[in-house]
Nanobody
């Protein structure tokens, strides 16, 4: 069983930055994929960014390319999402995920609100 604990959400003005963190514990194998989805009110959950445990494979939603950066610290089983140049349309609940052995685990979600 895997547990994911997110932190770092909050309220920020347009153009500002936030850094999300997600720490994993439990049955984590050396090869996995971690990343972030988000869900705005009335919208489906969408992939924001993901990264393999090796760091060699990354993916980003087109809407965040060039503004968001995903990174990992495997020694701490933690994935980060650095969000810069935030826009009001980035407002959503951000969920951390971990894929291992064809099973996906989710964090509880953290609210990000971009507003002046």
């Amino acid at each position: 069983q895997v547990q994911l604990v997110e932190s770092g959400g909050g309220l920020v003005q347009p153009g500002g930055s936030l850094r999300l963190s997600c720490a994993a514990s439990g049955s984590i194998f050396s090869f996995n994929v971690m990343g972030w989805y988000r869900q705005a009110p009335g919208n489906q959950r969408e992939l924001v960014a993901g990264m393999s445990s090796s760091g060699h494979i990354t993916s980003y939603a087109d809407s965040v390319k060039g503004r968001f950066t995903i990174s990992r610290d495997n020694a701490k089983n933690t994935v980060y999402l650095q969000m810069d140049s935030l826009k009001p349309e980035d407002t959503a609940v951000y969920y951390c995920y971990l894929d291992v052995l064809r099973q996906r685990s989710w964090g509880q979600g953290t609210q990000v609100t971009v507003s002046s």
